[in-house]
């Protein structure tokens, strides 16, 4: 029903900022919370943030351990889009983020609770 697609991936020097962006196409009447996941090599999909889709959905944003105070979640309803600012990237943020779509009316913070995941989009951080 809904297609996602992220983009803004690239390379950065440790301690610079990435802004991705996730672009909803399709019917989103469904959709309750978007979330990113990201996944580095050798490692399983984990959790980075999440936020609402709709203005009345409930659960407010949520963020890793990992990544709260240097990365930002956000959304533009209008233009069916999701953003993930980042900023004060280490090493170890290096992986694949992904988007993700639920229909839940809760922050979901595992993988089995997306139904609906864009292809990627690469971040490397280089020391």
């Known amino acids: 029903q809904v297609q996602l697609v992220e983009s803004g991936g690239g390379l950065v020097q440790a301690g610079g900022s990435l802004r991705l962006v996730c672009a909803a196409s399709?019917?989103?009447?469904?959709?309750?919370?978007m979330a990113w996941f990201r996944q580095a090599p050798g490692k399983e999909r984990e959790f980075v943030a999440a936020?609402?889709?709709?203005?009345?959905?409930?659960?407010?944003?949520a963020y890793a351990d990992s990544v709260k105070g240097r990365f930002t979640i956000s959304r533009d309803g209008a233009k069916n889009t999701v953003y993930l600012q980042m900023n004060s990237l280490k090493p170890e943020d290096a992986a694949v983020y992904y988007c993700?779509?639920?229909?839940?009316?809760?922050?979901?913070?595992?993988?089995?609770?997306?139904?609906?995941w864009g292809q990627g989009t690469q971040v490397t951080v280089s020391s």
């Open positions: 936020i609402p889709w709709s203005a009345w959905s409930g659960g407010g944003t």
């Open positions: 399709g019917r989103t009447a469904s959709t309750y919370t």
């Open positions: 993700a779509a639920t229909s839940s009316i809760l922050i979901a913070r595992t993988k089995d609770q997306y139904a609906l």
